[in-house]
């Protein structure tokens, strides 16, 4: 477990610092990953699952829902039971539950960009697959004042004025912070890490009155027997006759074996366009040459 906890030290001429504000961020790995893993696997091999929520290349959606799904039960319980220890650690009722919960896939160059998640009390992520060389997850400060100044720094040392904080990426490890931290996620060069990248995340919300308000104005309902949204395009217009971009994605094309290097072919034509780029730039310096000594007439 990560816990930034008001911590007291003592420096020289008996100076005492202490870190005020910690925002926690909680680690746990889940003992049964090896063994389900390939399961979990398998749904992301189906491109059906990612039809209605993926919009780019760069990062494959699921449906918000899997943890509705019988193959991810065993995730959610895991998931429901760190909440609830987090909940007991931050002197909370344990009552808390899952308001979504779905799959992204970052193929060769894929990343998340810097974001929050909205509607939602604590957050997570789950590192399902990928190596020891696939981007973890990067938190950033809110308090941004800490870099109006920046001192010079002495050689070999750190502030505790952090700006940010990444999370090493650990297959089977589960990692939970307030949903209104900003995250984001680097890209993932293939020929660095090997494989795609996967993880399964999640949103949850404290269920039952507050005690904060004697009118529970606030109060938020158990949401396992309602219906919830499962596809994104569901609140917006969506004409299934257009290009669906699923079908395009290389990712499906390689989902029964990891990607340890570029492919032979994918090699050759980045060489190809390589060349091509060159032969343009030449091209364009000889017009210009040209165009010169047109002038010059």
Same mark, same amino acid.
């Given at each position: ?15 005492? $610092?202490?870190? =005020?504000?910690?925002?926690? *961020? +909680?680690? $746990? ?14 749904? #992301? ?20 829902? *899997? ?15 760190? =909440? ?13 539950? #899952? ?6 896939? %970052?193929?060769?160059?894929?990343? %998340? ?7 939602? +009390? ?5 590192? #399902? ?11 950033? $400060? ?22 940010? +904080? ?16 900003? %995250? ?5 060069? =293939? ?27 606030? +109060? ?10 499962? %596809?994104?395009?569901? #609140? ?13 994605l290389d990712y499906f094309n390689h989902v029964d074996s990891d990607i340890s290097v570029q492919s032979k072919s994918t090699v050759e034509i980045n060489n190809l366009r390589g060349e091509v780029d060159s032969m343009k730039s030449d091209l ?5 040459? =040209?165009?010169?000594?047109?002038? $010059?007439?």
């Open positions: 477990m990560i816990d930034n906890e008001n911590t007291e030290s003592t420096i020289k001429t008996n100076l005492i $610092s202490k870190n =005020l504000f910690g925002i926690p *961020i +909680y680690k $746990s790995r889940f003992k049964h990953h090896s063994v389900l893993k390939p399961k979990w696997l398998e749904y #992301l091999a189906n491109k059906e699952n990612f039809r209605k929520n993926t919009r780019n290349n760069r990062l494959l959606f699921t449906t918000p829902n *899997i943890h509705k799904e019988e193959i991810f039960e065993p995730l959610k319980d895991f998931v429901l039971d760190s =909440l609830q220890q987090v909940m007991k650690d931050n002197g909370f009722i344990p009552n808390i539950n #899952l308001t979504g919960m779905w799959a992204t896939v %970052h193929p060769d160059g894929g990343y %998340h960009h810097r974001h929050h998640h909205h509607n939602a +009390y604590w957050a997570g992520v789950y590192y #399902l697959d990928g190596s020891d060389t696939s981007a973890g997850t990067t938190f950033y $400060s809110p308090y941004y004042y800490n870099g109006i100044i920046t001192p010079a720094r002495e050689k070999n040392t750190s502030t505790k004025m952090r700006s940010d +904080y990444t999370s090493q990426f650990e297959e089977g490890t589960l990692v939970i912070f307030p949903a209104w931290l900003q %995250h984001a996620t680097a890209s993932n060069n =293939l020929r660095s890490t090997g494989k795609y990248r996967k993880i399964v995340s999640f949103n949850a919300m404290p269920v039952g009155a507050t005690n904060n308000d004697p009118f529970d104005r606030y +109060y938020f309902p158990e949401v396992d027997g309602d219906k919830l949204v499962k %596809h994104n395009v569901d #609140l917006f217009d969506y004409n299934p006759q257009e290009d669906d971009i699923v079908d395009r364009a310096d000889i017009k210009n040459l =040209l165009l010169k000594a047109l002038e $010059s007439k």
